[in-house]
């Protein structure tokens, strides 16, 4: 698209396209659109000690054609209420002066700001997803499925490139929202308030989920979450919906640290401080307060006593992994961990500043802290919060492709930061390693809990030669890959690739026999596992879930390109081996390959195998379902079938 031009210079009588060319000045689009919207939710604009803090500007991606809605490249805001039965205007962001005052003006009676502020923080989090993953992101593909004859046939799968993730603001009218698998939407719900806190919230007020951060966030994440490993949904372990919820709400979290205005005036209240009680590590104000609850909905690093009606921090148990299977409970503990490793990172960062303001003690003195030391702990806050959530996201890149512990994303994150920073003198991956022990969180195979032995070994020199033919061939991948364009081309283009690597893969594991050990498939057509599904063929039928190119910068400067390729494999089996007839699962296994497209080498092999001796994770899949924590997720939440493609529709509700 070529750019605007104006006009410079004094006025000439001389007019023809020669004086055009003399006088014209290219005029680029604007790297960044401006919008303003609240940080938190609009209960903390009506108290004086907040106010001033909670009122913000968003610097999102400026999009050339983004059109009434706004619709744009990845999102379309479709604002019909069913429950009034019809459509609201459509906010027009292109409009001069919306542009000239930063978007419409906070207000929880403008359907148009609820348009905006939805818009501005889904895209202030896609654009985090792709900075941390180097590349462009993907909503999930609309999947249409051709049965095959017998019940351990694989069905035959044809994938659609969805543009745009739709949200409506006022999908419904009760104390819920959610991301919708099925409907590729964001779906958010208002209602009126039951609270009896009548000192803190208007009993009967109306609450609306989109104006709230930290749920327009929460629910973006898990939409790039299900494009980023759409089998992570499956409720196959404990920790699979709780990883889904924790990690949603770590995006929501450390986008608060984004906000300079809202992190120094609760460093300044904190003293520097954010192990105590703040609003930075605090999730739903509102909807906490609006749904019952004394205070917000989660919160890292504390909790309300019901007793007492105070706030305590939280103390680490490790029983509580153990012990607690529900989705939302269980995920806190994820959340603390991952929040506890970011504030021991933060007090590291902050020491020495501490040292120098306390005279070399330690201890500061009474009273308030100086603005510029405020300043320079916001800044370290700022940037170690920044540091946390890219690790967060980029780990998702080293996860294996089905059954995710959060041992295993133990694993992703030390690896993957690893890889990017090799000389961790910070003692981030430490700080992690800690966080994770101080709540019972192991992972599995592993000898001792150095970081070097949490990390994915690397692949060994035989392995590499093992997979050289199929590294040869992905060369042409490598060179096409840095030059796609749009993301449907992105799409296509790699849709083509996971045939054609597809294709390829049979007769390279025939010639090696040693590939099916290494990554844990059955792909040889004479090997037979019970219950492993089959292509139409009669052979054993694998998908290349996914094949993503990434491209990331370490802070050294030092580029990193990388391909990920995720293949997976099912099997249906009967829940219970003695009564082959009953209730069947569906287990799945697979592995992850990362390789580096400088050197075209196999770098990590993940894997957690379709079959093994023992079979000792499909006992526990086995045992999940059987103990009924599987139904806990599903009879609790859901009424019907509902609950497969919808996994988050009854989940959400009053979160």
Request: with cysteine; aromatic share 10%.
């Amino acid at each position: 698209m070529s750019d605007s031009t104006i006009s410079s210079g004094p006025v000439s009588a001389e007019t023809g396209p020669a004086a055009s060319r003399r006088y014209s000045i290219p005029v680029r689009p604007p790297a960044v659109r401006r919008l303003r919207g609240y940080a938190f939710d609009p209960s903390l604009s009506t108290r004086l000690e907040t106010a001033g803090i909670n009122e913000i500007t968003y610097s999102v991606p400026w999009e050339v054609s983004l059109d009434r809605g706004p619709t744009g490249e990845y999102l379309e805001v479709v604002d019909y209420d069913p429950s009034s039965d019809c459509f609201y205007e459509p906010v027009d962001l292109n409009n001069p002066y919306l542009i000239a005052q930063d978007g419409l003006a906070p207000s929880e009676g403008s359907p148009q700001f609820h348009q905006q502020m939805t818009y501005a923080v889904a895209m202030t989090t896609i654009r985090n997803f792709e900075q941390a993953l180097g590349r462009k992101v993907l909503w999930r593909a609309h999947t249409e499925e051709k049965p095959q004859a017998g019940n351990t046939h694989a069905n035959e799968e044809t994938e659609t490139f969805i543009q745009r993730l739709r949200i409506y603001p006022h999908a419904m009218r009760e104390a819920n929202a959610f991301y919708s698998p099925a409907k590729k939407a964001l779906l958010f719900g208002y209602f009126n308030a039951i609270t009896d806190q009548r000192d803190a919230f208007l009993p009967g007020g109306t609450v609306f989920t989109c104006l709230s951060h930290d749920i327009i966030a929460h629910e973006t994440t898990h939409a790039l979450l299900d494009g980023v490993h759409r089998r992570m949904i499956e409720r196959t372990h404990p920790d699979s919906l709780a990883f889904h919820e924790a990690f949603s709400d770590i995006v929501a979290l450390f986008q608060h640290f984004t906000f300079p205005e809202v992190l120094r005036s609760q460093i300044g209240k904190t003293r520097g401080d954010l192990t105590s009680f703040n609003l930075l590590g605090q999730l739903a104000q509102e909807f906490g307060v609006a749904i019952g609850n004394y205070g917000a909905l989660r919160d890292a690093i504390g909790q309300v006593n019901e007793e007492t009606k105070k706030w305590e921090p939280l103390t680490p148990d490790p029983q509580d992994y153990l012990t607690v299977f529900e989705p939302h409970a269980r995920g806190s503990i994820l959340v603390a961990a991952v929040f506890d490793a970011f504030t021991s990172i933060y007090r590291d960062r902050t020491a020495d500043l501490l040292r120098i303001a306390s005279g070399g003690t330690g201890v500061l003195p009474s009273g308030a802290l100086h603005p510029d030391l405020v300043k320079r702990l916001a800044d370290e806050a700022a940037k170690a919060a920044r540091h946390v959530l890219l690790m967060c996201i980029r780990a998702l890149d080293y996860c294996p492709p089905v059954n995710l512990t959060f041992g295993d994303y133990l694993r992703a994150l030390i690896t993957a930061d690893m890889d990017i920073v090799p000389i961790d003198d910070r003692g981030y991956r430490l700080s992690f390693l800690e966080a994770f022990r101080r709540r019972g969180i192991y992972p599995q195979g592993v000898r001792n809990l150095s970081v070097g032995s949490l990390c994915w070994p690397t692949a060994s020199e035989n392995t590499r030669d093992s997979f050289k033919s199929l590294t040869d061939s992905l060369r042409a991948i490598s060179d096409r890959s840095r030059y796609f364009r749009t993301r449907q081309e992105t799409f296509e283009a790699l849709e083509k690739m996971r045939k054609s690597l597809r294709e390829q893969l049979c007769p390279i594991f025939e010639d090696n026999p040693l590939l099916e050990s290494l990554t844990g498939l059955v792909i040889k057509p004479n090997n037979r596992v019970e219950g492993l599904t089959l292509d139409s063929a009669g052979e054993p039928s694998f998908e290349i879930h996914s094949l993503q190119p990434a491209q990331r910068v370490g802070p050294d400067g030092d580029l990193l390109n990388q391909l990920i390729i995720s293949i997976t494999q099912e099997r249906i089996l009967p829940l219970d081996p003695d009564f082959p007839q009953g209730q069947v699962i569906h287990f799945r296994g697979g592995c992850t390959l990362i390789l580096d497209l400088d050197s075209l080498e196999l770098r990590y092999l993940i894997v957690k195998p379709i079959w093994e001796v023992g079979d000792s994770r499909l006992i526990d899949q086995r045992n999940f379902i059987r103990t009924g924590q599987e139904n806990l997720a599903r009879v609790t939440y859901f009424s019907s079938d509902s609950a497969f493609t919808e996994p988050f529709a009854m989940l959400h509700r009053g979160f």
